[in-house]
């Protein structure tokens, strides 16, 4: 991640989370839910069925750089999200989530903090098998497109 982010500053002279972000909000179809200071959406290149980034909204390296509200803005949000997984299908949606944030050392100007949210439920009593050529080389096929995933989302709320 860090070294596309520094590809495209290099490149472009911006800052590629910020924009991620920026065009997400501004375009609002693949926004699943959000709050003054968080949004979550499915990306735009979503490897999994039901995928979802969660950003705040000011550009911060890691945990410790939130503030209070953040923080609690943060948890309304994240329960937000995994209750509409949950009702996609009327079961309790198995995830994987992480946090992706900023070396300690190096590239902390690259990095913005954010939380990766999947499934492996691709539809009710159906999971997401990997094939060859997403597990060997990381081209992943989905057959959601992420604004279908995300409206699903935003109607499971």
């Given at each position: 991640m860090l070294e596309l982010a520094r590809a495209h500053r290099e490149r472009t002279g911006g800052d590629l989370f910020a924009e991620v972000l920026a065009d997400e909000r501004a375009a609002e179809v693949r926004v699943v839910a959000?709050?003054?200071?968080w949004t979550a959406f499915v990306p735009?290149?979503?490897?999994?069925p039901y995928e979802v980034h969660l950003f705040p909204h000011r550009k911060v390296p890691d945990l410790p750089a939130l503030t209070a509200a953040e923080r609690d803005a943060f948890g309304l949000l994240y329960v937000d999200v995994l209750r509409r997984l949950d009702g996609l299908f009327g079961v309790p949606m198995p995830y994987v989530s992480a946090w992706h944030q900023?070396?300690?050392?190096?590239?902390?100007?690259?990095?913005?903090?954010?939380?990766?949210?999947?499934?492996?439920?691709?539809?009710?009593?159906?999971?997401?098998?990997?094939?060859?050529?997403?597990a060997a080389m990381g081209a992943f096929v989905n057959d959601i497109r992420p604004e279908d995933a995300a409206e699903r989302l935003r109607a499971a709320g």
């Open positions: 959000g709050n003054d200071l735009e290149a979503a490897r999994w900023a070396p300690v050392s190096r590239d902390r100007d690259l990095a913005y903090l954010h939380l990766q949210l999947f499934s492996s439920r691709r539809a009710a009593g159906k999971l997401k098998y990997l094939a060859g050529s997403e």
